[in-house]
Structures are given as C-alpha cells and as structure tokens.
C-alpha cells in the first residue's frame, strides 16, 4: 500500500508536457521544432499592431477610405471624419489593394484584389448605396493600375488577359464590365496607364523596362495611335496632367543622378524642372484638380519631407510641424485644401494623417493600435555609415535595445529586397520584439544597388557586378567587429526576396562570420529562378539581374548560385516560402533547403499554401514569426 501511495504521489508531481502550438494544415514544416502555447502567448501584443494606409478621399464628403487589418488581413474601411470610426467595406478572406471612388458622386470605388497571394489581381466595383461587390475583370488575367478618367465614366488599366505576359492597356465603363477592350497591344511587362487628359481624348502610358529606363506615350484612346513622348534616355514616372491638359508633372532623372520634379510641355516637348538642384529623390507627388498646388515627398537620406507648391509662383507653401519619418500616399481631395497622406516612423505605426494648407492645421484620422504597448519605448534609428571594399561609403539604420541590456549586444542584419528599394526608419512591427524583449540589435542595410541614392550608386549591382553587393555586407561585418556596441561572434543575416537572395549568399561567403540565417523568398539560383518566375517579369528582372540566356551570364549566374555552394554553408538556416509566389517560386526555397539537409547542416523548412511573395495572414505571419523567434533565441542568443 505505501509503494501505491508513493508511486500515485511521484505522478501528482510529475511535470506536465508543455502545450504546444498546432501546426495549421495550410502550412507545411521540415525540422521546425513545437513551437510551445506559452511563446505565443508572449508574443501575443507584438503580433497585435495595426496599421492604417490612406487609399482615396470620397470626391464630395470630407470622408477617406483606409486599408488597415481588423481580421486576418488587410481590408477597405471607411472613416467619415478625423478620429472615427474605421467602418469594414470589405470582408474577404485575401487582403485588397488600391481603390479609387468614381470621381464626381463617389456613389461607387474600384478596388483590386488577388487570391493566395498569387497577384493576379482582379478589380471590383463597390456599389456605396448597396454595399453589392460586382467583378470587373475575368478572373484569370493580372490587372493592375486603374484609372477613373475625369468624368468617371471610363477606366483605364493594365491587363495580360492576352497571353498572360504582356501588360496591354484596355478600357472600360466600369457600369459596363463587358465593355472592356483593348486600346493598346505592347509587348513587355511594364506598361500602365498613368493619367487621362482632363478631357478624356488620351492617355498617358508608361512603359517602365527598369527601375532607371522608362518612356511616356501619349495614346488616343479612339483610335489607339500613341506618340512617343520622352525620346531621352532616363526615368519618367508619376505623370499627371497639368489642369489646362497642355503640360504633363512628372519625375525624371534626365540629366540628372537623382529623380526630380518637372513640367513637360505637350506642345514644345520642353522640360522643366521645378525643383531646384538637390542630392534626393523626389518620391512621389500629387497636383490638386484646379491644378493650382502640387505636393511632393524628398527622400533625405532615408526621411520624407513634405513640400506644397503654389505650382504659379513655384514657391513652397509654409506647412505645419510633423513627426520625423516616411511619408507615402499623397491624396489631394477635390477641394484642393486638404492634402491627406499615411506617416510612419520607427515610434509609430503607420496613421493616416490630413493638412488643411489654407488654415495650416494638422489633422489625425487613425490612431492605430500597438497592442497595449507604449510605441515611445521602441528603439529609434540611428544613421549609420561604413567604407566597402572600393571605398564606397554604404549607410543603414540602427536599432539598439534600451539600457537594461549590457555588454556588446547580437545583431540581426536585416537586408531589403529589390534590389531597388530602401530601408527606411519605419514602424518595425513584430521585429520590436528581438531589441526590446531580447536585446538584439538590428541593422538595415542600404548596400549598393539601393534606390534614394543616385542611379549610379543604383546600378552598382547590376549583372555581373551582382556579389558586390554581398561585399558590402563582409565589409559591414568589419564595421560590426569595430563597435564595442555590438557583438560580432554573435550575427545573423536575414532577408526577404533579392534580400533573401543576399541571405543566402553571405551564407556562404561568411560562413565563419555568422551564427545563422533566416532566408524568405529568397533566389537559390537566378537561373532556375528565370525558368519558373512569371512571364511577365522575366524582362523586367533580366535588365538588373541579367538575360540568362546569354551563355557568359549564364555561367556567372551559375558560379555565384548559393545553391551550388551548400557544401560551404554549415551554419543553421531558416527558409520560408509561399507556394502561390508568383516572383520567386517555392522551388528556389525547396531546393536549397533539401540541397543544405542533404549537405548535413541544420536547416528549417517553413511553405504555406495559401501565400505568395511573403505571408499576408495574420496567422500565418504568428506562426512564422513564432518559429523564427524560436531559432534565433537557439542559434544567434546562446
């Protein structure tokens, strides 16, 4: 009887096993250990922030409408006034894109969405009296770009309903879906409507064949006859009728290392820059409809600054104080007083924000939340710069955890895809969570090839200089080995997309420098990346990668492959993938990730099916932000 007592006792206090997370049946895993409940229950605020992006103005009620997440993902809301309520529009299990209210009554909006994260967007007609959905397009074909012609009565967009490939431009009555024909046969993946004339005789189009090599049309809609208008050789982008319809505003780079703001006279092919000569780029920028004020964004070394022409003096208008950080989405309501525009920076998420230029006055719209945590505690960016293997200087932003964590601190180098966009000091969301709660410090590098500093810096990169981007990264490891801040035997590298392909390049390039690695869509091999990307972007990609159908750039493309160098890569690596990614194909994850096993390093395997170019799902983004947390605090923290 006593060894009974004894044994039933030494069961009461035996330890429970910890429950652990369900793994969804839309994701699929290879070596990702139970991620325990506990965890996600720690992570949980970090998984709860919001956002909010401005996405039109109503053209009649001073009211908005937003994307922002309530659910799963992001959806259209409506706020009705600066502080109210976000009332859901939408409720699909996808995230929606843009929309734009029909122009004039703003009795209907024209939103985009796609399924699984695939981007072969559809558009949809919003009825605002009856909340009815109706589906424009055909529900195969990608189709991006929209663009309501001034009277409302006809949409412009770019569609490869043809062969899947091209991007032809077509037109339609958006009351009328089966009105829809095609104005422009092209051939390439980078054509789009950018503006109707204010009388809606024509349109402009862009034919965009790299990130710094552009040319604008001007296409008669009724006959479908377009004239070359940009016979130079640069960048053209942002185009928007000037109100009188005799003059186009755009930025270009003509003449110029950075883009910057101009006027195109129709009639005299004249430029006119309006800017004066700066070291930035003008970002983006938005003309009021009586065409009398122009807003525009400089990107000054990372941060916006927002300027408001008076486009007849060419004179800046005196605007209030805002915070410091990355300004997108400049919206002009048709009053042509209140300019509305998203904002965010490293203590705050993204808002949705509105400026009143004749009374000055600063107006709030969103207040979004961070999940009960005060954003005044998140680290802010410090500018950072470093000399690279040729003597180039290379910048970044970092982030170091608060006081309480002492000594020279791991770092988390987190690399930006591309490999023409920018790191910029903006809200890092769940990444918070490793400076504050584990004293990671993070790095975002800007390395050559980065955009908002010059087309030359810009094209650094390009075909076969393509590792010397992975240069500056060792160079950065130097300058990380330099700091007593931080620690250099204890460094991750991570990246999604051309980041992820850097990922995986320095993989092997450092594998002595690194502890790990966390690759997200990344490229294995350029090659059989060409071979299974979409159609519609092999050209676009082959002007900055290069054609690899060119036997010397093949064999490069082959040499640098990380896939080709796993015996080199002993170090743990994470890799993520999307199985609806229409740019990087799962395969580039699926192959590296057998070829490293094979290899007999530890590797980490993470697909979800219903996912594309990074995860959208909120639940699927805790799951991977879960496990990514459980590999860095194994493989980077100890």
């Known amino acids: 009887m006593l060894r009974l007592v004894l044994f039933c006792s030494a069961l009461a206090i035996a330890p429970a096993a910890e429950p652990t997370l369900s793994v969804p049946s839309n994701l699929h895993i290879e070596d990702v250990p139970p991620i325990p409940a506990t965890l996600i229950e720690r992570l949980g605020r970090y998984n709860d922030f919001r956002s909010a992006a401005l996405l039109d103005w109503h053209p009649v009620k001073r009211e908005i409408l937003i994307s922002t997440r309530f659910g799963d993902v992001p959806q259209i809301h409506r706020v009705s006034m600066p502080g109210g309520d976000r009332s859901q529009l939408t409720f699909f299990p996808d995230r929606t894109g843009s929309a734009e209210y029909r ?25 605002s009296r009856t909340g009815d959905i109706t589906m424009l397009t055909d529900g195969n074909s990608r189709n991006t770009s929209h663009r309501y012609s001034d009277d409302g009565r006809r949409l412009a967009y ?28 092209v051939q390439g993946g980078g054509w789009f409507p950018a503006a109707w004339s204010p009388d809606g005789k024509y349109l402009v189009v862009e034919d965009r064949r790299s990130v710094h090599d552009s040319s604008l049309y001007l296409l008669e809609v009724s006959t479908g006859a377009k004239q070359l208008l940009t016979s130079e050789q640069g960048s053209y982008g942002n185009a928007q009728f000037a109100r009188n319809g005799k003059g186009l505003f755009l930025t270009t780079d003509r003449g110029s290392e950075c883009e910057r ?20 780029d003008a970002d983006e920028f938005s003309v009021t409809r009586d065409g009398r ?25 005196t605007l209030p104080a805002l915070p410091r950080g990355v300004i997108f989405g400049l919206r002009w309501h048709a009053n042509g007083r209140d300019l509305g525009f998203s904002l965010t920076s490293a203590r705050s998420t993204s808002d949705v924000y509105s400026i009143d230029i004749d009374s000055g006055r600063l107006e709030r719209w969103t207040t979004s939340e961070t999940g009960g945590l005060n954003p005044d505690n998140f680290s802010e960016p410090e500018l950072v710069h470093w000399k690279s293997f040729d003597g180039r200087t290379i910048s970044g932003f970092l982030y170091l955890p608060p006081k309480p964590f002492s000594g020279p601190r791991p770092v988390i180098i987190n690399i930006h895809g591309g490999p023409e966009g920018q790191s910029l000091p903006v809200f890092l969301g769940r990444n918070n969570y490793y400076i504050s709660e584990l004293g990671a410090a993070m790095i975002y590098p800007n390395v050559r090839g980065s955009s908002g500093y010059g087309k030359t810096f810009l094209a650094l990169d390009n075909v076969l200089m393509r590792e010397d981007s992975v240069k500056d990264i060792g160079t950065l490891l130097d300058w990380i080995a330099g700091d007593p801040r931080l620690d250099a035997k204890r460094v991750m590298v991570t990246g999604g997309s051309y980041g992820g392909y850097m990922t995986l390049a320095s993989a092997f390039h450092f594998n002595n420098r690194l502890c790990c690695t966390v690759d997200v869509v990344g490229i294995s091999n350029f090659v059989s990346f060409f071979e299974r990307t979409s159609p519609y972007r092999r050209d676009l990609r082959r002007v900055e990668y290069g054609d690899e159908r060119d036997p010397k750039v093949h064999a490069f493309f082959e040499k640098i492959a990380p896939i080709n160098h796993v015996s080199e890569i002993s170090k743990p690596m994470f890799i993520v993938a999307g199985r609806n990614d229409p740019r990087v194909p799962a395969h580039e994850g699926e192959q590296m990730a057998a070829a490293i096993r094979k290899n007999g390093a530890p590797v980490w395997y993470l697909m979800a099916d219903d996912e594309g170019h990074g995860f959208a799902k909120k639940k699927n983004q805790d799951f991977q932000f879960a496990a990514t947390v459980m590999f860095v605090r194994e493989f980077l923290l100890k």
């Open 103 to 127: 122009p004039g009554s703003g009795d209907t909006f024209v939103f985009s969405k796609d399924t699984g994260g695939a981007e072969f967007y559809q558009f949809y007609r919003f009825d």
């Open 158 to 185: 770019a569609s490869t309903l043809r062969n899947g490939a091209d991007t032809d431009i077509y037109v339609m009555d958006p009351d009328e879906p089966h009105s829809a024909r095609r104005v422009l046969g």
């Open 261 to 280: 703001l101009a006027f195109f006279d129709l009639t005299t092919r004249e430029l006119t820059f309006l800017d004066p000569a700066q070291h930035w």
């Open 293 to 317: 004020h122009l807003a525009y964004v400089l990107n000054e070394d990372g941060y916006s600054v927002l300027h408001v022409m008076d486009t007849a003096t060419k004179r800046d208008r």
